[in-house]
């Protein structure tokens, strides 16, 4: 999260270093992830690395990982909003969480947007799922 901060930091700098006239002298693509560097670290005392190549592949119109990562996940932003909600309201009910019924729900919300077809999450899901998201489950 602090590394796309510094990353779009540096996106707006060197586009707006493109967009200057050419007659005007433009800093480059190193020089600029370095100056955003340094005053990331003057105003928090962290040091962020990024790496001028990942820059402009991103200024070019590149996805970061993290928006290709999602076109990855097997269940939508709503649907995970959706099941955490549910965990929540049956802990509340006084039911423990229990990954069977986690991936029943799962296997309901996205049959009903994939298919019956859909063959059902795999064994692990439930788990890695309360990992990735425990977070917002505690």
């Known amino acids: 999260d602090e590394r796309e901060?510094?990353?779009?930091?540096?996106?707006?700098?060197?586009?707006?270093?493109?967009?200057?006239?050419?007659?005007?002298?433009?800093?480059?693509?190193?020089?600029?992830?370095?100056?955003?560097?340094?005053?990331?670290?003057?105003?928090?005392?962290?040091?962020?690395?990024?790496?001028?190549?990942?820059?402009?592949?991103?200024?070019?119109?590149?996805?970061?990982?993290?928006?290709?990562?999602?076109?990855?996940?097997?269940?939508?932003?709503?649907?995970?909003a959706t099941l955490i909600a549910y965990l929540i309201e049956t802990v509340h009910r006084g039911f423990p969480m229990d990954y069977r019924h986690l991936a029943e729900h799962a296997n309901e919300l996205l049959r009903a947007r994939l298919g019956l077809d859909f063959p059902g999450v795999g064994v692990n899901w439930p788990e890695r799922f309360v990992e990735h998201h425990g977070d917002q489950l505690d």
């Open 5 to 80: 901060k510094v990353m779009q930091q540096a996106l707006a700098v060197y586009d707006a270093e493109q967009n200057k006239p050419r007659s005007e002298p433009q800093q480059g693509l190193r020089t600029v992830c370095r100056t955003v560097e340094s005053l990331y670290h003057a105003e928090t005392g962290r040091w962020v690395r990024i790496d001028h190549t990942t820059v402009s592949r991103r200024w070019k119109g590149g996805r970061s990982i993290w928006e290709f990562n999602e076109t990855k996940e097997l269940v939508t932003p709503e649907e995970t």
